[in-house]
């Protein structure tokens, strides 16, 4: 029969077609939607379960001791890296721009970049353990084949997580596993507000401003949420201060965050600064039997001052 709007027939069947189509939208739609949540909330178990390769803190405690050897051995002073990029080529996006640096190292045009080979870093003379300089560098995951490491005090401000909760604990464990467990990190504080011990000594919002104000020591500040008013505005003062040794992770977005950093499901976390990282890479000290979550009733930090 050809189609007319002459007929009824026809418009019988464009009628049947439409309601067709728009049932078989309505069962693979949901189904899709299923399966997709269904294989990230899989991925997010499994990525608990896995246990760190206990050799890989030690490679990266190798190459943060061969940069600040190669520096010492050229009578370089260390600019600082934000961003660590460890490969078959180690790059180190720098704090402060610097375009002479010491061997095996080459800088970009620019200077903000130094880059060597993983081979020539090997070669490199190790005559002591990695400085507090490097006290809060953490893996955040991989790029590629690349580990991606940030030091997370020259952030110089808050790094705040958004996304799923679930997502978001499992990158606030793994950053805390590593700072508690890394090489480098040996004499780093660790303190939080509103997350309970879980992720830190649980101290008060001015106990634990008091303690970045002191900065006796390089420290990691794990937080629920950004304190409001004055005291999140001295915190984020506190932070940006050149030369300061301590670093603060958010467990929610915020305005005066520096940096935000989307978690996800998937075991990927994407953010304006380091692009999308896989964060499931980065194994546990100590695999979870079961996901440990923020406590939602401590949240409100007002009641920590």
């Known amino acids: 029969m050809t189609w ?11 009628t049947m077609s439409v309601v067709l189509f728009l049932g078989t939208l309505a069962f693979v739609i949901p189904t899709i939607i299923t399966v997709r949540r269904r294989t990230a909330t899989d991925a997010l178990a499994w990525a608990d379960q896995v246990r760190r390769d206990p050799a890989a803190p030690w490679g990266i405690d190798r190459v943060l001791r061969a940069v600040d050897a190669s520096c010492a051995a050229a ?7 934000v961003r660590i990029l460890v490969g ?3 790059r180190l996006d720098l704090a402060s721009p ?8 080459a800088a970009t045009p620019d200077g903000r970049s130094w880059s060597a080979p993983m081979w020539a870093l090997r070669a490199v003379p190790l005559t002591a353990p990695a400085p507090s300089e490097f006290a809060t560098v953490v893996s955040l995951g991989t ?3 690349e580990n991606v490491l940030v030091d997370l005090r020259r952030v110089r401000g808050i790094v705040a997580l958004r996304g799923e909760q679930a997502a978001r604990d499992a990158v606030l464990r793994r950053v805390v596993d590593q700072v508690r467990t890394a090489p480098w990190a040996t004499g780093t504080a660790l303190l939080s507000v509103g997350t309970g011990s879980a992720f830190g000594v649980a101290v008060s919002v001015h106990d634990a401003i008091a303690a970045v ?7 990691l500040l794990v937080v629920a949420k950004v304190p409001s008013g004055e005291d999140g505005r001295e915190l984020a003062r506190l932070l940006e201060r050149p030369g300061g040794r301590w670093a603060c992770v958010a467990a929610a977005p915020h305005p005066l965050a520096r940096w935000t950093v989307e978690a996800r499901r998937d075991g990927t976390h994407v953010s304006d600064v380091l692009g999308t990282v896989r964060w499931m890479d980065v194994g546990l000290s100590m695999p979870l039997a079961a996901s440990t979550q923020l406590d939602p009733t401590v949240l409100p930090m007002e009641a920590d001052a």
């Open 4 to 14: 007319s709007f002459a007929h009824p027939e026809s418009h019988l069947l464009l």
């Open 75 to 81: 009578g370089v002073v260390f600019p600082g890296a």
């Open 88 to 90: 078959t080529t180690v």
């Open 98 to 105: 610097t375009i002479a640096p010491p061997q095996p190292w």
């Open 143 to 145: 790029d590629g084949d």
């Open 213 to 219: 104000a002191a900065d006796a020591t390089p420290g």
